[in-house]
């Protein structure tokens, strides 16, 4: 929608009593946007919508690594989330290819792509899908780089689970908008993530 987006939506915020945001970046625009005085507004993050169960029936470790060519021993990196341009994927392969040629502690790099490929709110995503399945031949990276596909809560918390580090490249900077980093966090994953545009208090390193 373009420059219509930011408009329409303040537009409806100056005629509430009170506006929500997700993070904080919606927050200050929209904070520079109201009338002052005017308007309350808070700030509510979005959390997660794969819950993560207090535990996996009969669930292995070990398997679960196993079933993506992960050994007890290897260095199993997770992304969440669909693949678009926004989330840096192609960053996150170069740094894979980066581990593969100078390995040091990281024995055996694997990367594991949890969750569908692409959404269905904006086609471009197709062709960056495309251009990432490329990028993954270029480098030498197809035995490496495993695709979950679509999957139940339950496999999705597995999947987290079974694997070392969760990276989250995001292009423009990590936020509160996004589910994916909610899902990590929730989990408990140790993430490498991108640096935000302005502080985030809830995020320490």
């Known amino acids: 929608a373009g420059r219509l987006r930011p408009w329409i939506v303040h537009e409806l915020a100056r005629g509430c009593d009170l506006a929500i945001t997700t993070n904080h970046d ?4 929209l904070r520079q946007a109201l009338r002052p005085g005017r308007q309350v507004q808070t700030l509510v993050p979005i959390g997660s919508n794969i819950a993560p169960p207090q535990a996996l029936a009969s669930y292995d470790r070990d398997a679960w690594r196993a079933r993506w060519g992960a050994g007890p021993g290897d260095l199993l990196l997770c992304f969440f989330g669909f693949v678009n341009d926004r989330k840096g994927v192609d960053t996150l ?6 581990l593969v040629a100078e390995p040091g502690e990281a024995a055996n ?23 990432i399945q490329a990028l993954i031949d270029e480098l030498g990276l197809g035995a490496r780089v495993q695709w979950t596909g679509y999957t139940p809560a339950e496999e999705v918390s597995a999947n987290f689970w079974a694997a070392d580090l969760c990276v989250l490249p995001f292009r423009d900077g990590v936020s509160l908008l996004h589910g994916t980093l909610h899902a990590a966090l929730a989990h408990g994953m140790a993430i490498v993530t991108t640096r935000p545009r302005a502080a985030l208090p809830e995020l320490v390193d």
């Open 26 to 29: 919606d927050q200050e625009a």
């Open 109 to 131: 790099p694997r990367l594991l792509m949890i969750g569908g490929q692409t959404g269905a709110s904006d086609p471009t995503n197709v062709a960056y899908l495309a251009r």
């Open 93 to 98: 392969l170069q740094a894979l290819q980066m």
